[in-house]
């Protein structure tokens, strides 16, 4: 048995999962991985024989976790990595965890390529019909052979032959194909297909690409950027046909789990900036290997992109500096669309490959906002629509034809799993849907990878692959509000004690009470500081919706929209029953999938979209959260299941909610008299009067 951990031993963070513990000097990263319940496969028991087990060290200053991590902190190569590295190679900056030890502070990336049991990426395209109106045009004409008598250039005379034959005037050329005109043309016997760039705002028709005779192939991307994990997809430009789609985590995690941590990750290292829009930058031709495998497409037939993300993602894909977007008044360095060359940024496809970039809306409401706005439309409806794209940053839209505002709300990585004792991203072996009887208090619970419920015949036999792991967001949402629909916790979020006389489930842990989700290896446990932090996060949501609905002038909303992969994920019952959103009919809230990928689509097969949403941006009225003295109001109130104030007569009469029962902070229950009510609640109640 190790023994217990001591303050002066050395910090170890392990990306992308956030766990974290204190080693001694000494200790194999692999058995500070297993302590903490970090998947690192290794299938030849230690021996440095399988390569299973890579890590890699992050340098840096990591001011948000306060560790200084450096390769001088893990020990150098022993013999049996450097017979390993010999013999079959390891990558630059890789390390074997199972030989190398920690000597210092560290954080650790578990590269993803070397995980089976990866995080699972569920963004796929959604089904709709798009009305194609691309930028790229492919022109198939037929030339005027050179003539003694018409001393025209061969170049000029297919600037006629594309007028005359496609009505193209003001054409341009690419100059990277003036060299290539006259193999080209002579090559398809003066026959010749152009691509042909013209965007919904310009007059100028520019030639990007040529082929010799008939080229029918044209293929764009289009690609949401998130803080967490990116999303691509393959599309047909002649037929609209979405021809692969695949997604991967944003290996920027390892900088930090939040936005602000990457802020501050460039702030502290000099050259942070230039190391994450590299990793981006990376991943994301990864990502093109990937679809252009799988839809049997070259990267030289990609014409056009179109991508999305939040200014600080949108702004370190450009290699911009994210610096003046992490304190007020959050100044973006570019807001407008954005409209370049693929190949501008490094970016390997066609060498006249465009790439466009929707607007952002402001310093924390972004491109990916716009795009969710595009897919879903609140300016083109009467309803009052609520669109919540649920991530480390949430961004909340809120509007119809009338008027539309959008707001930003820092929910912390919470709902992602971090933060949380058992929590982890979602991938095979997480808890995602929990189910607790009100009368035993015994829990149910599905994982991802398994159909069954963990009370079902089979299920022990279906995780045996995975095991159960850890739970994930959907989990953690669900077991919160089923513990509060159980009693098991007050509505001020504390966990009652004294239910530990009718069930072993709830166990005391230091001065409050813990529930006890699931036993065995390894135990799972719902902490009081969990409960916090999920309350802590849907506070700062529902805070920011208030705001937006004191703006609109309305106390109810007809329409919510789940945006995001996360999203997708969240039952809308128990979403209400948190207090995550505003009462409203159930079968009125609904997930959308991917939407901001769905907008980046819609840009990409339509230059109109790109207009309506370059003019819809403009008029999006941004409330700025942490200037609203009522914020802080809103925020108190929230903290309660699902709200101090606000009714939800529409939950109320779809679910049985629990009477309400007072307790104390170390989970002693009291009477039926009303509480003592904490300073800032009393603050708050004040301001309201």
């Known amino acids: 048995m190790n023994p217990p951990p001591n303050i002066t031993d050395p910090l170890v963070l392990f990306m992308p999962s956030g766990k974290r513990g204190r080693f001694p000097v000494g200790t194999p990263v692999l058995d500070a991985a297993r302590q903490l319940g970090v998947y690192v ?13 890579q890590i890699e060290v992050q340098e840096g200053n990591f001011a948000k976790h306060k560790i200084v991590s450096s390769n001088d902190h893990i020990s150098p190569k022993g013999a049996k990595e450097e017979r390993y590295e010999r013999v079959r190679g390891l990558p630059e900056r890789r390390r074997l965890s199972c030989s190398a030890q920690i000597l210092g502070d560290l954080v650790i990336d578990v590269p993803q ?7 699972t990426i569920r963004k796929d395209a959604d089904t709709r019909v798009i009305a194609r109106d691309t930028a790229i045009r492919m022109c198939y004409v037929e030339i005027e052979e050179p003539d003694m008598h018409k001393p025209l250039g061969d170049l000029d005379r297919l600037k006629i032959a594309l007028m005359k034959d496609w009505g193209l005037k003001n054409l341009e050329f690419d100059f990277y194909l003036m060299p290539q005109v006259q193999g080209i043309l002579r090559k398809g016997n003066w026959a010749a297909t152009a691509a042909i760039h013209k965007d919904a705002d310009s007059d100028i028709a520019r030639v990007i690409a040529l082929w010799p005779g008939l080229k029918n192939e044209a293929y764009g991307l289009a690609c949401d950027i998130g803080s967490t994990t990116i999303a691509m997809h393959l599309v047909s430009l002649l037929s609209g046909r979405v021809a692969a789609s695949s997604g991967t985590s944003n290996p920027q995690i390892r900088f930090g789990e939040d936005l602000m941590s990457r802020v501050s990750y460039v702030m502290m290292n000099p050259d942070g900036r230039e190391g994450m829009t590299v990793a981006v930058r990376e991943a994301i031709s990864g990502l093109v290997d990937k679809v252009c495998v799988e839809g049997n497409v070259q990267r030289n037939d990609i014409l056009d992109s179109v991508f999305v993300g939040n200014p600080i993602m949108h702004h370190l894909f450009l290699g911009i500096d994210p610096t003046e977007l992490g304190g007020a008044p959050f100044a973006l360095a570019v807001s407008g669309a954005v409209r370049i060359k693929a190949s501008d940024i490094g970016l390997k ?13 402001a310093g924390h409401v972004g491109a990916d906002a716009a795009a969710v706005t595009l897919s879903e439309g609140p300016h083109r ?28 709300s820092p929910t912390g990585p919470a709902f992602e799993g971090a933060e949380i004792s058992g929590g982890q991203r979602a991938a ?5 849907r929990v189910r607790i009887d009100p009368n035993t208090l015994e829990p149910k619970y599905r994982v991802i990878g398994s159909e069954l419920w963990s009370d079902q015949p089979g299920f022990i036999e279906s ?19 089923e513990m509060y629909l159980a009693g098991i916790i007050s509505e001020d979020g504390v966990v009652d004690g004294s239910l530990g006389m009718r069930s072993p489930r709830i166990v005391p842990n230091g001065r409050t009470f813990s529930y006890v989700l699931k036993e065995g290896e390894p135990k799972i446990t719902i902490t009081q ?36 992969a996360f999203g997708s994920f969240i039952d809308p019952k128990y979403a209400m029953v948190l207090g995550l959103i505003p009462d409203c009919d159930l079968d009125k809230v609904s997930a959308v999938g991917n939407a901001a990928g769905a907008g980046a689509r819609m840009a990409l097969l339509n230059r109109g979209y790109r207009r309506e949403i370059e003019e819809t941006v403009s008029r999006i009225e941004k409330i700025e959260t942490a200037l609203e003295p009522k914020f802080q109001e809103h925020f108190v109130y929230a903290m309660a299941l699902p709200n101090k104030v606000d009714p939800f007569p529409k939950l109320a009469a779809a679910v049985k909610l629990p009477p309400r029962k007072a307790m104390s ?25």
């Open 113 to 119: 390529d070397t995980v089976i049991n990866a995080q």
């Open 665 to 689: 902070e170390d989970g002693t229950a009291g009477d039926a008299t009303p509480r003592r009510r904490s300073r800032e609640e009393r603050a708050a109640r004040r301001g309201r009067d």
């Open 381 to 408: 409806q009467d309803e009052m629509m609520l669109i919540v794209d649920v991530g480390t940053n949430a961004e909340i839209v809120l509007g119809n034809s009338m008027r539309v505002v959008a707001a930003s």
């Open 349 to 361: 496809l066609n060498q006249g490959a465009r790439l466009y970039m929707l607007p952002c809306i």
């Open 463 to 481: 995780v045996q692959a995975t095991g159960v792991t850890g739970i994930c967001g959907s989990g953690i949402i669900e077991v919160v509000a």
């Open 41 to 53: 496969e290794s299938v030849c028991g230690g021996r440095a024989t399988c390569g299973r087990c």
């Open 428 to 432: 095979p072996g997480a808890i995602e």
């Open 529 to 564: 500081n969990d409960v916090r932090a999920i309350q802590l996060a849907k506070a700062a949501l529902y805070a920011g919706t208030k705001l937006l609905m004191e703006k609109q002038h309305t106390d109810h909303v007809d329409r919510i929209h789940f945006a995001g």
